[in-house]
C-alpha cells in the first residue's frame, strides 16, 4: 500500500486524532506512503489539514438527522453530490485504504470506496456509536473503537468485525515538557507563577465553550486562591486582567507543553479533550455538554472516565457547586494525585501504534 485516503470531520475531534496517525505514519515510513484527504468543502477541515502538509479535497456534504427535517430533502442530494465527488476522486487517485473517522462528511467517500473495491476502515471516538459510524460500518472491513462497550451498537455481525483501541492522540501529548508549559505560559501571560500555585487548565474548546467560561469566571476570585488560571476560551475574544489568570483563545502547537504543566483540567468531554488529558496523565473536571442538540455523548465520555477514576463529573452545575466540589477536591489530601494515576493507567492505552500495526 503507497497511498492512503483520510477522510471525516465537522469538528477537531473528527481530524486532529487521524492526523495522529498520518504523522505516527508519517514518522514510520517516511515518504512510502503518499496521504490525501476528503472533507467538507465549508468550514474549518480544509485549513486545518492543509496547515498538516496533506492535499485536501473538498465535497458537498449533507447532515445526517434521525428527527424529520425538510433539511433532510435537500442534503439528501447533498450527499449524493458528495459521493459522486468523492467516487472521482478515488477513482483518480487509486488508494490501498481509505480510513474514515466519522461525522457527516466521511458518508460519501466511505460508500463511494465500497463500490471501488477500496477497504475501508473507521474509527469511533466516542462511547456510543453516531450515525455515520454506524452507516459506514456495513461497508469497513475494520471498525475501531475507543471503548469496548461501544461494539454494543452495532449487530452480532457488525460485532465481529470491531476491535478496541482507544483514541489515536499525537505523540507529543506522550512526550510534552512541564517546564516548557510553564515556561510558555509565564511569557504569555507576563506573570511569573509562584511556585506553591498548581496550574489549572480550562479548555472552552477550539469552538468555544460559553457555559464553562462563564462558570469560571463567575469562580474566578475563588479558584485563583488555589490556582494559576489558564483558560483557553475558544472563539470568545474578551479578555480578563486578574492576578494568577491568563486568558488566551486558543493555544496551537504549545498544548502538550501546557497540559503536562497543569496539575487539573476542566473542560467539556469531547474525545480530544479527555483522550489528550489521559494521554498526559492530568486528572479532570468535565462539564459535558447536555440537554437538546446534543445525543449525549460527552455525557457517556465523562461518565466512562469518572468510573475508572480519572475524573469529576459535573452536569450543568451552579457556580456554588462547581466551587464546592473543587474544594472537596483540593481538601482531599491525596485525591488529585489518585485520579492522574488512573487517567494515565487509561492514557496508556495507545491507539496509533495499535492501529498501525495492522494497517502498515
Known amino acids: 500500500m503507497n497511498k492512503i485516503c483520510w477522510t471525516g470531520g465537522g469538528t477537531g475531534g473528527h481530524i486532529y486524532p487521524a492526523l495522529a496517525l498520518v504523522f505516527a505514519l508519517q514518522e514510520r515510513q517516511g515518504e512510502k506512503i503518499e496521504h490525501f484527504w476528503i472533507g467538507q468543502n465549508r468550514g474549518m477541515d480544509r485549513a486545518i489539514v492543509e496547515a498538516a502538509g496533506i492535499r485536501f479535497y473538498g465535497i458537498s456534504a449533507g ?178 486582567n486578574a492576578e494568577f489568570y491568563f486568558d488566551i483563545p486558543y493555544i496551537k502547537d504549545e498544548m502538550p507543553d501546557v497540559l503536562a504543566s497543569a496539575a487539573l483540567v476542566i473542560g467539556r468531554s469531547g474525545a480530544g479533550t479527555v483522550w489528550e488529558s489521559a494521554a498526559a496523565g492530568i486528572p479532570m473536571v468535565l462539564i459535558p455538554l447536555a440537554g437538546s442538540g446534543t445525543r449525549g455523548d460527552q455525557i457517556e465520555n465523562a461518565r466512562y472516565f469518572e468510573r475508572h477514576g480519572a475524573a469529576l463529573v459535573l452536569i450543568h452545575p451552579e457556580r456554588a457547586e462547581f466551587e464546592t466540589a473543587l474544594e472537596m477536591l483540593i481538601n482531599d489530601e491525596g485525591r488529585l494525585d489518585k485520579m492522574a494515576a488512573a487517567a494515565k493507567k487509561l492514557g496508556a492505552f495507545d491507539a496509533t501504534k495499535i492501529i498501525l500495526e495492522e494497517i502498515s
Open 63 to 240: 447532515k445526517l438527522r434521525r428527527s424529520f427535517s425538510i433539511k433532510n430533502i435537500i442534503d439528501c442530494f447533498k450527499v449524493i453530490a458528495g459521493f459522486f465527488a468523492a467516487r472521482r476522486i478515488l477513482k483518480y487517485e487509486k488508494p490501498g485504504l481509505l480510513f474514515s473517522k466519522g461525522g457527516f462528511v466521511s458518508v460519501p467517500p466511505v460508500f463511494a470506496a465500497a463500490t471501488l473495491g477500496i477497504p475501508v476502515h473507521t474509527h469511533e471516538s466516542d462511547f456510543s456509536a453516531g450515525l455515520a459510524t454506524k452507516l459506514n460500518s456495513f461497508f469497513a472491513s475494520r471498525i475501531w473503537l475507543a471503548y469496548s462497550e461501544t461494539a454494543l451498537c452495532f449487530s452480532s455481525k457488525i460485532r465481529e468485525k470491531c476491535r478496541e483501541c482507544g483514541n489515536p492522540v499525537r505523540a507529543a501529548f506522550r512526550s510534552a515538557s512541564a517546564e516548557k508549559g510553564r515556561a510558555f505560559i509565564e511569557q504569555q501571560s507576563a506573570q511569573k507563577i509562584p511556585h506553591q500555585k498548581k496550574i489549572l487548565l480550562v479548555l472552552g474548546g477550539s469552538q468555544g465553550a460559553r457555559e464553562v467560561n462563564l462558570l469560571v469566571r463567575e469562580s474566578l476570585n475563588f479558584l485563583t486562591r488555589h490556582f494559576f488560571i489558564v483558560h483557553q476560551t475558544g472563539i470568545e475574544e474578551s479578555r480578563e
